[in-house]
C-alpha cells in the first residue's frame, strides 16, 4: 500500500527566510509525486508535480521540490517566504499502471511570521 | 476553481437523514472524484467515476453512494446520515485518472451532522 508522511504538522518560519516542507512517501515502483496548498475555506489549488526526469521541480508561486529516490523525499522549498504563504500544504503521491488513487499527506500548517 | 462548483456550500443535518452533494463542473472532464478532509487524516477518497454512469469505490465509501447520469453532474448521498459523516467534502476533476495528472478541486461543502 502506498503512503504519505509529513512528519511536521505547523512549521514556522520568518518572512523572508527561506522554508522547507517536509514529505516522505512509500509507494511501489515509481512514484508520481504532487503538491498542494490549500488557504482558508477553499480547495486545494495545485503547486507542482515530480513525473520523471530532472530532480527539481518548480512551480507556481516560487515553490520548487526536490525529488530523492534514495531518500523516498519530496520536500517542498522556497527560497524566500511571503506572509502570502501562510496556508497548509498536502503532499500526495500515486503510483504507476492503470487506475491508482492518490494517496494525500495529513498537511503542514505553514505560518510565515511578519 | 477550474470551473467545479458545489452544493450546497454548509449544511447541517440531523442524523438518519438522507443528503445528497452536488459537483458540477464545466469542462466536460471525464474523471471526478469525492473526497472527505478530517483533521489528522488529510483527504480520503470515497468515490470516483470514469465517466457516465461508471463508479467506483475509494477508500471510505461505506454509508456513500454516488451517481453521475451526465457528464457534468456528479452527486454524492448519505442515505442515512451519521455523525461520523461530519466532514468537510471536496469534489475534484483531473483530465485522464493516472500518471502525473493533477486534480482540481472544488470549494468544498462543509457538512455537520447533529
Known sequence: AQSVAQPEDQVNVAEGNPLTVKCTYSVSG????????????????????????????????????????????????????????????????????????????????????? | DAGITQSPRHKVTETGTPVTLRCHQTENHRYMYWYRQDPGHGLRLIHYSYGVKDTDKGEVSDGYSVSRSKTEDFLLTLESATSSQTSVYFCAISVQAGGGNEQFFGPGTRLTVL
Not at chain 1, 522549498?77 to 495529513?106: E, H, N
Open chain 1, 30 to 114: 515509481n512514484p508520481y509525486l504532487f503538491w498542494y496548498v490549500q488557504y482558508p475555506n477553499r480547495g486545494l489549488q495545485f503547486l507542482l508535480k515530480y513525473i520523471t526526469g530532472d530532480n527539481l521541480v518548480k512551480g507556481s508561486y516560487g515553490f520548487e521540490a526536490e525529488f530523492n529516490k534514495s531518500q523516498t523525499s519530496f520536500h517542498l522549498k522556497k527560497p524566500s517566504a511571503l506572509v502570502s504563504d501562510s496556508a497548509l500544504y498536502f503532499c500526495a503521491v500515486r503510483g504507476l499502471g492503470g487506475y491508482q488513487k492518490v494517496t494525500f499527506g495529513t498537511g503542514t500548517k505553514l505560518q510565515v511570521i511578519p
